[in-house]
C-alpha cells in the first residue's frame, strides 16, 4: 500500500507541476510575447494554439492531475499509514479543481469566441477580436496558474510529509 501511496502522489506532483508550468509559460511568455505582434498575427497565433492543444499530452495534464490527486488522497486516507499528507492532498485538489473550473468557465468559452470569430478581413473586426479576447483571456489564466501553483506546492509539501512518515 506504501508504494502505491507514493507512485500515486509523486505522479500529482509530476503532473500538476508540468500544468502549472503550461500555464506559467503562456503567462510569463506566450502571451508577452503575442502582445507585441499585430492583431492578424495575435489571432491567428492564438486560433492555432488552441488548435494545437487539444491532444493527449495536454488530456494527460489536465484530466490526469485530478485522477491522480484523488488517487492520492483516497490512499492516503483509507490506505493507513502518512496522515500528516492528507490536508495538503485535499487543499491540493480544491485548488486544483479551481483550475479545471476556470478553464472550463471562463478560459474555454473565450477561446472558443476567439475561434468562431474566424479571420476578418478588416482590421477593425481583427481588433475588435483580439480585445475581447486578450485581457479576460490573461486575467483568467493568470488566476489559474496561481491555484495551480498552489496546488503544486500543496502536493510537494504532502510529498515531504509522506517521506518523513508523519
Known amino acids: 500500500m506504501r ?4 507512485v500515486s502522489l509523486m505522479g500529482a506532483v509530476l503532473l500538476t507541476g508540468l500544468s502549472a508550468g503550461l ?8 502571451m508577452p510575447g503575442l502582445r507585441r505582434s499585430g492583431d492578424r498575427t495575435f489571432v491567428e497565433g492564438m486560433q492555432r494554439i488552441n488548435t494545437a492543444i487539444l491532444n493527449g499530452w495536454f488530456l494527460l495534464l489536465f484530466a490526469g492531475s485530478l485522477l491522480l490527486i ?4 483516497a490512499l492516503h486516507l483509507w490506505g493507513g499509514g502518512s496522515k500528516g ?7 491540493a485538489a480544491v485548488l486544483y479543481v479551481a483550475v479545471l473550473v476556470i478553464t ?7 477561446n472558443d469566441a476567439l475561434d468562431a470569430g474566424g479571420l476578418p478581413d478588416s482590421a477593425e473586426r481583427l ?15 493568470l488566476l489559474r496558474t496561481v491555484c495551480n501553483t498552489a496546488a503544486f ?14
Open 3 to 6: 508504494v502505491l501511496q507514493g
Open 23 to 30: 500555464y506559467y509559460g503562456f503567462a510569463a511568455a506566450v
Open 70 to 73: 484523488v488517487a492520492a488522497g
Open 85 to 91: 499528507a492528507v490536508p495538503w492532498i485535499v487543499a
Open 104 to 110: 472550463m468557465a471562463f478560459n474555454v468559452p473565450l
Open 127 to 141: 481588433a475588435e477580436l483580439r480585445e475581447r479576447f486578450e485581457g479576460a483571456w490573461n486575467r483568467w489564466n
Open 153 to 166: 506546492g500543496c502536493l510537494a509539501w504532502a510529498l515531504v510529509r509522506y517521506g518523513n512518515g508523519s
